[in-house]
């Protein structure tokens, strides 16, 4: 979406960690989200993160949120194949009726032997 | 455990002709979404529900539709299809206010030819 950002493409070694960067603008934004979309398929919940945290860990997943840069980043640690995917960050944008997820631009992964 | 159900997985319909997806939200989930992901876009907003009252609207086109029924599973019509509607179309549910809940199913693929 326009209000979210990401750099399009990562290319990285199979081993090696990954860092996936999102810059958001709306700042009432409550909660934030990583999302893995593999081809063709569905949009896969990874972690989300609160606004009033800076950090959470799961396993090889790593998020890290700069409030004040409106800045987020998911790093993956020891990267797989089968972490090829698209990445989308998203946010809460609350709205008058509801709440609704606004999508970055997705972030395609590329892991290489 | 259950998660979101849509149908059909694949669609095929020619243009000006008329589909109707339909979405089986997680049980006890009171809000549904529908978000339309075109080729290598990032999915955007259409319609939301919050028990079987339509909560937020965001990029729906006019010959769409849609409706959340007695049971909470929602159906989104399209009239007058055109070659532009070829595309990912996703369901989601969460309980309102647990923002962190957001299940997406699989996804419809429709085609337009």
């Known amino acids: 979406g326009e209000d979210v950002e990401q750099s399009l493409f990562l290319s990285v070694r199979e081993g090696d960690s990954s860092v996936i960067n999102c810059t958001y603008t709306d700042s009432s934004s409550t909660y934030l989200y990583w999302y893995k979309q593999e081809p063709g398929a569905g949009l896969q919940l990874l972690t989300y993160i609160f606004s009033n945290m800076d950090m959470k860990q799961d396993q090889r997943l790593t998020v890290l949120l700069n409030k004040k840069d409106k800045h987020l980043s998911l790093r993956i640690a020891d990267t797989q194949t089968g972490d090829s995917a698209i990445y989308f960050c998203?946010?809460?944008?609350?709205?008058?009726?509801?709440?609704?997820?606004?999508f970055g631009t997705g972030t395609q992964l590329k892991v290489e032997l | 455990a259950a998660g979101v159900i849509q149908s059909p997985r694949h669609l095929i319909k020619e243009k000006r002709e008329t589909a109707t997806l339909k979405c089986y939200p997680i049980p006890r989930h009171d809000t549904v979404y529908w978000y339309q992901q075109g080729p290598g876009q990032d999915p955007q907003f259409l319609i939301s529900f919050y028990e079987k009252m339509q909560s937020d609207k965001g990029s729906i086109p006019d010959r769409f539709s849609a409706q959340q029924f007695s049971d909470y599973h929602s159906e989104l019509n399209m009239s007058s299809l055109e070659l532009g509607d070829s595309a990912l179309y996703f369901c989601a549910s969460s309980i309102r206010v647990q923002r962190h809940g957001y299940t997406f199913g699989s996804g419809t693929r429709l085609t337009v030819v």
């Open positions: 998203a946010e809460i944008l609350l709205t008058g009726g509801g709440n609704k997820l606004t």
